[in-house]
Nanobody, 120 residues
């Protein structure tokens, strides 16, 4: 079992920045992927960034150059730095842990989510 707890969401104006945090704990495997997903009302959940246990990060084009995922192994925390935020970035952001090299996975866990609202 892996526990994931997100924090850092809130209300921000367009063009602003936020940093989300996801503290993870429990039975972490040697190889894993940590990802940030978001879901806006009426839309499907989408991946916004992920990082492997080896430190390789990946982003969809919609956030590339604006969002950065990073990991602090000492704190067992993964971050999502979001810059140049747009109203369309408004969503609930979830952290996800997948064991191994891909999601979905045998051991696949989600955090409860944190709300990000981009509005003037």
């Amino acid at each position: 079992q892996v526990q994931l707890v997100e924090s850092g969401g809130g209300l921000v104006q367009p063009g602003g920045s936020l940093r989300l945090s996801c503290a993870f704990s429990g039975g972490i495997s040697r190889f894993y992927i940590l990802g940030w997903y978001r879901q806006a009302p009426g839309k499907q959940r989408e991946l916004v960034a992920d990082i492997t246990s080896g430190g390789i990060a990946d982003y969809p084009d919609s956030v590339k150059g604006r969002f950065t995922i990073s990991r602090d192994n000492a704190k067992n925390t993964v971050y999502l730095q979001m810059n140049s935020l747009r109203p369309e970035d408004t969503a609930v952001y979830h952290c996800r842990y997948c064991s191994g090299f891909a999601c979905p996975a045998t051991y696949d866990y989600w955090g409860q989510g944190t709300q990000v609202t981009v509005s003037s």
